[in-house]
């Protein structure tokens, strides 16, 4: 038995043994791990040999028809994968290796065989099939620990293996390399592709399964799939981390916090899509389409909430009202925000590191410290809200030139914003209105109007009204 898998058997037996009392019956998984280590005397690893030397002699001999005696068959199950050559890379010795492993007397090449099988695997391994059938077949003629397995979780089934381990894995509430270890498999390195595997189908189920809340699942995909540092255990299994987090969100709407915390993760792994879209190439359109309509909406209250904090404006609350109505009427396809200095620090503070929002920088207007401008797509315009004693400025036509493009990094105070003098100004496609009489509700008729003659859409007063 290998050091490390038998140091694994035996730190889960102490660990049970330690707290007998306290815990609830062993775990199937944990019987079957303390079977493995009480077999240990009869386990079988690789020992300090010139395999390479040994998997050429065992090369020429199978090719010549020898019949391989049972510690040769031990030597060649070593040598089908990780040796120069691999047995396993020619296809006929493969074959004859595995058919004397069939008719061997003796468990010990079948123990072997199982042992390098999952140190070794991965889903490019060469005869993998041909190997996991082999394995399927030995266990139900040897049983033991390995036989128990395939029995309990069909193991070498490689199609339903990894499911049935994953399944383990969440009513455990363990990672699948911990699973796997306490299920006598130590010697399988953490990172080897069958506990890629595992951890591939408990995405999937994580995916598709209701069983759980969204934070509970969110908490198990990061302990499941993910390192300490936020980055994918498995690189190649980021589209199904991406699936697991966002798959089980349909259209109603979502808590904030849950959003907030599920937005976290997938802008550390991929960044925001607005910024970054080749990042989100491989990402389902439903699932990009839902994560802008989150950044939308948190753009949005960015802009509501730092305002609100920034402020000293009595009549920001209908202003806030104006915009929240327009949003719930589904007027408003895009946001983004630009902040002066105070709301940058206080957006960080808020929203996180990960939020994303451009600066804002004087050019002609100076820019006081708490100014912040909500820069929004709607229908085929564009509009661009200033704070404080700001104005709302529309372009009806979000394609002409002086109209601000969103997603920038930053702005230059002068570019967003229509007219430069006082009071207001309008064109059949501009609109520059100052914010006066908002009890009256008169600069949002005005805008309500606008929007209509832009998305056919119209806001009623009740829509919008601060209550």
Not at 111 to 117: E, H, K, Y
Not at 225 to 240: H, K, V
Request: glycine share 6%.
């Amino acid at each position: 038995m290998s050091n490390s898998f038998r140091e694994a058997c035996i730190g889960l037996v102490q660990r049970l043994a330690a707290s007998e009392r306290s815990m609830p019956p062993a775990s199937p998984l944990a019987r079957l791990a303390k079977k493995v280590e009480e077999s240990g005397r009869n386990a079988e690893h690789r020992p300090a040999k010139d395999f390479d030397g040994i998997a050429l002699r065992l090369l020429n001999d199978v090719r010549a028809g020898v019949t391989l005696r049972n510690r040769q068959l031990k030597d060649a199950a070593w040598c089908l994968w990780t040796t120069t050559p691999a047995l396993a890379d020619t296809k006929d010795v493969m074959n004859g290796v595995l058919s004397q492993l069939v008719s061997a007397d003796s468990a010990r090449p079948f123990r072997t065989l199982a042992s390098s099988f999952m140190t070794s695997y991965s889903n490019e391994m060469p005869g993998r099939l041909d190997a996991a059938a082999t394995l399927a077949k030995l266990s139900n003629k040897w049983g033991g620990p390995w036989g128990e397995l395939h029995k309990k979780f069909r193991l070498f089934d490689l199609d339903v293996g990894p499911r049935l381990l994953a399944d383990a894995v969440i009513e455990q509430d363990k990672p699948a390399p911990d699973i796997l270890k306490e299920a006598g498999l130590g010697a399988m390195n953490a990172q080897s592709g069958y506990a890629k595997a595992v951890t591939a189908a408990l995405l999937d189920r994580l995916a598709t399964s209701r069983a759980h809340d969204h934070l509970t699942r969110l908490d198990r995909i990061k302990r499941y799939a993910m390192t300490e540092g936020g980055r994918p255990i498995y690189n190649d299994l980021l589209p199904n981390l991406i699936e697991a987090l966002l798959r089980p969100f349909s259209q109603e709407k979502i808590e904030k916090a849950i959003r907030d915390a599920f937005l976290k993760v997938v802008l550390m792994l991929l960044g925001d899509p607005r910024l970054k879209p080749g990042n989100w190439a491989f990402v389902p359109a439903p699932l990009r389409e839902l994560v802008q309509r989150w950044l939308t909406e948190q753009s949005l209250r960015q802009f509501l909430d730092i305002v609100d904090r920034i402020a000293d404006d009595s009549m920001w609350s209908y202003r806030r009202a104006f915009w929240e109505g327009v949003y719930n009427k589904g007027l408003i396809d895009e946001a983004w925000v630009a902040f002066g200095p105070d709301g940058t620090r206080l957006a960080r503070s808020v929203f996180g590191s990960n939020a994303e929002f451009a600066r804002l920088e004087a050019e002609g207007r100076q820019v006081e410290a708490g100014h912040a401008v909500l820069l929004l797509r709607i229908g085929d315009g564009v509009v661009a809200d200033w704070s404080h004693n700001g104005k709302c400025n529309i372009w009806s036509d979000a394609s002409e030139r002086s109209a601000p493009k969103l997603f920038r990094r930053s702005y230059g105070s002068d570019e967003i914003r229509i007219h430069k003098g006082a009071g207001n100004f309008e064109t059949s496609t501009k609109l520059s209105q100052m914010h006066m009489a908002s009890q009256t509700y008169s600069w949002q008729s005005k805008v309500a109007e606008r929007l209509y003659a832009m998305t056919g859409v119209r806001l009623q007063q009740r829509d919008y009204r601060y209550r």
